[in-house]
């Protein structure tokens, strides 16, 4: 079975500095890879997908994120963060045969410090 | 921009009531899900629903849960008998019919609470 894997279950970085959120995937093939915000009290936000192409892949807010087929990995970055980033941070796949069911990783809390 | 909406936000009950979960997908999307977090928890897949009938459940989605159509607008999640355990964020996603990948569009989430 498919899983997903986000290591660090809560980030604390200075508003500026740069952030790295890990995901790892347990799958086959390549899966399709998504990341979601979920900020407190919200429903759950796309910031960025991942179905093929360019491995570098730009999303909202200024966050992007790069597959790397050779380490399973679908990191999620950003080069400065801003207060407004506080939040959940959930990497998430599917299989990629259709519409089908999302398969989350139990997130990464920021918190961010001035 | 078109958006994902449920109702209500919160919804207290006691132990063994039903209670059914509204959502209202994005207009022209086919695909329908739902999803519930657990306080603390990973978000977890319960069931997806298109064409009038269900496409996919988990092991979550016993017989005390069911999905419906009731128009052609909105998206229910009845749960016939609550459980303890059955306290948690539920979020409806939907999507469109564009192929494989499709992003899902999630809901703001309906906070239930069981008593």
């Known amino acids: 079975a498919q899983s997903v894997t986000q290591p660090d279950i809560h980030i604390t970085v200075s508003e500026g500095a740069s952030l790295e959120l890990r995901c790892n995937y347990s799958?086959?093939?390549?899966?399709?890879l998504f990341w979601y915000v979920q900020s407190p009290g919200q429903g759950l936000q796309l910031l960025l997908k991942?179905?093929?192409?360019?491995?570098l892949v730009q999303g909202i807010k200024g966050f992007e994120a790069e597959f790397k087929r050779s380490q399973s990995s679908f990191n999620l970055r950003k080069p400065s963060v801003h207060w407004s980033d506080a939040a959940e941070y959930f990497c998430?796949?599917?299989?990629?045969?259709?519409?089908?069911?999302?398969?989350f990783g139990t997130g990464t809390r920021l918190t961010i410090i001035p | 921009e078109p958006e994902v909406t449920q109702t209500p936000s919160h919804q207290v009950t006691q132990m063994g009531q039903e209670v059914i979960l509204r959502c209202v997908p994005i207009?022209?999307?086919?695909?329908f899900y739902w999803y519930r977090q657990i306080l603390g928890q990973k978000v977890e897949f319960l069931v997806s629903?298109?064409?009038?009938?269900?496409?996919?459940k988990s092991e979550i989605f016993d017989d005390q849960f069911s999905v419906e159509r009731p128009d052609g607008s909105n998206f229910t999640l009845k749960i016939r008998s609550t459980k303890l355990e059955d306290s948690a964020m539920y979020f409806c996603?939907?999507?469109?019919?564009?192929?494989?990948?499709?992003?899902?569009?999630f809901g703001p989430g309906t906070r239930l609470t069981v008593l």
């Open positions: 799958y086959g093939a390549t899966p399709y």
């Open positions: 998430a796949v599917i299989r990629g045969f259709g519409n089908e069911k999302l398969t």
């Open positions: 991942y179905f093929s192409g360019d491995t």
């Open positions: 996603a939907s999507s469109g019919g564009q192929g494989a990948g499709d992003t899902q569009y």
């Open positions: 207009s022209n999307h086919l695909y």
């Open positions: 629903f298109y064409n009038n009938e269900i496409s996919e």
